[in-house]
């Protein structure tokens, strides 16, 4: 079992659509990070949070501390969104999710 | 574009070769990271760099040989490599010293092993 998981695995949409992923881990963290890999291999840091909420234009991350677990949403979702959206957390070493595949659809 | 230069893109081996992954960045970052991405895994760290110094192997073969001349630059030499090291290497930097990570990646290395 990983310590950190994913889910949905795998998620198509329709432009314009809410998308919610969410990750839950099982270790100690001082941080939470969101990171976006494209086709490709580009990999791109979209988040680091350790309490609370960040956001990014269109993108939104929440964490609870107590409950081990985060959401990224996507308002509006567009085509170019369309990507593989991978957890991580940092403790005493890094854990990451296997990502969320989204595809939207135009 | 982030910042961070990964050379080559691509890259195919046979299992006596040498070869070596090239990393660089000019963002002002002092750690550097080697990640390594299998198909349906998770994405693996292998190596991290602070300050030029090794603070992380993690239990990762020997023949994987990472390399970090100065704090721009990060190689990973590559000698007797098996088919099940065919993957994306992935390079990463951060600023580590004021309690920040968030990391920025390069556009990996696609690794094949024949």
């Known amino acids: 079992k990983n310590e950190v998981e994913q889910s949905p695995q795998n998620l198509t949409a329709q432009e314009g659509e809410f998308i919610t992923i969410n990750c839950s881990y099982s270790?100690?963290?001082?941080?939470l990070h969101w990171l976006q890999q494209h086709p490709g291999g580009g990999i791109v840091s979209l988040f680091m949070?350790?309490?609370g909420k960040k956001k990014h234009g269109r993108l939104i991350a929440t964490i609870n501390i107590q409950e081990k677990h985060s959401s990224l949403h996507i308002t509006a979702s567009h085509p170019r969104d369309s990507a593989v959206y991978i957890c991580?957390?940092?403790?005493?070493?890094?854990?990451f999710g296997t990502g969320t595949s989204l595809t939207v659809i135009p | 574009e982030t910042g961070v230069t990964q050379t080559p893109r691509h890259l195919v081996m046979g299992m006596t070769n040498k070869k070596s992954l090239k990393c660089e960045q000019h963002?002002?970052?002092?750690?550097m990271y080697w990640y390594k991405q299998s198909a349906k895994k998770p994405l693996e760290l292998m190596f991290v760099?602070?300050?030029?110094?090794?603070?992380e192997n993690n239990s990762v073969p020997s023949r994987f040989s990472p390399e970090c001349p100065n704090s721009s630059h990060l190689f990973l030499h590559l000698h007797t490599l098996q088919p099940e090291d065919s993957a994306l290497y992935l390079c990463?930097?951060?600023?580590?010293?004021?309690?920040?990570?968030?990391?920025?990646f390069g556009a990996g290395t696609r690794l094949s092993v024949l």
């Open positions: 990463a930097s951060s600023r580590q010293d004021r309690g920040q990570n968030i990391q920025y």
């Open positions: 270790v100690g963290i001082s941080a």
């Open positions: 949070l350790s309490s």
């Open positions: 991580a957390v940092t403790g005493n070493q890094f854990y």
């Open positions: 963002l002002g970052h002092n750690a």
């Open positions: 760099y602070n300050f030029k110094e090794q603070t």
